[in-house]
């Protein structure tokens, strides 16, 4: 597989076997991504992959705090904040994608909150990372970690695997930097959900499309 075709492949999925990934193949696609490239090698990053008890133990944490009221507390702004124009109109029309895949109406609130809480039963898949950097670190260090993050998903997609990039899981996160080890200096910017993919489960089936290359970008000569 090349780099175009696992860009191509690669998706949000949310929908998973209950199958669990070699960790010799796990290690090995971490060891891969640390090549990834970052501002003045300072490699931002610290990542701790949750599988097994583990994982069913922070899942459950999230899971109380939701269900008990607590308000979210992320360290850094969501990425959803703020929308407005295209990007509003973009982030609705994949809510409705997604609704629509579940044959659930935007008038069912319900429904829709029950969806959202998969978020943190990490839509079901096996293993689960949190990606941290330290509190005192800026926009420039988030790029860093964007671009390892996307390094992983595409190494993931080549070795046959399916994930869910997600900022809900930087959402609820007292229990998770204790139960997970995340350094006191560090806060979680975002988490990822992947395993093998349930490909016949209806909420994987939808596409959201991009947008036209003349409205993202321009070429001066």
């Not at 929908?15 to 060891?31: G, H, S």
């Not at 991504?33 to 501002?39: C, G, L, V």
């Not at 978020?119 to 330290?134: C, L, R």
């Amino acid at each position: 597989m090349n780099v175009c075709d696992a860009i191509k492949q690669r998706r949000s999925v949310r929908a998973y076997q209950d199958k669990p990934v070699a960790p010799e193949l796990l290690e090995k696609i971490f060891l891969q991504a640390q090549d990834s490239p970052s501002n003045c090698n300072t490699q931002p990053w610290h990542v701790v992959v949750v599988s097994g008890e583990a994982r069913d133990k922070i899942e459950k944490a999230m899971i109380s705090d939701i269900m008990a009221g607590k308000a979210p507390t992320p360290h850094f702004t969501p990425g959803d904040q703020g929308l407005k124009d295209e990007y509003r109109k973009r982030q609705i029309a994949c809510a409705i994608s997604l609704y629509d895949s579940m044959d659930i109406k935007y008038e069912e609130k319900q429904k829709r909150q029950e969806l959202m809480v998969k978020n943190w039963q990490f839509f079901g898949a096996p293993h689960a990372a949190f990606f941290s950097m330290p509190k005192t670190m800026s926009e420039i260090n988030a790029v860093d970690m964007g671009i390892y993050l996307q390094t992983i998903m595409l190494l993931l997609t080549e070795n046959g695997l399916a994930s869910c990039p997600q900022g809900a899981l930087a959402m609820y996160t007292e229990a998770v930097h204790e139960m997970a080890n995340i350094p006191e200096e560090n806060a979680i910017m975002f988490g990822l959900s992947f395993g093998y993919a349930k490909e016949d489960a209806p909420i994987n089936s939808f596409d959201v499309g991009r947008e036209e290359l003349s409205k993202t970008v321009e070429f001066l000569s």
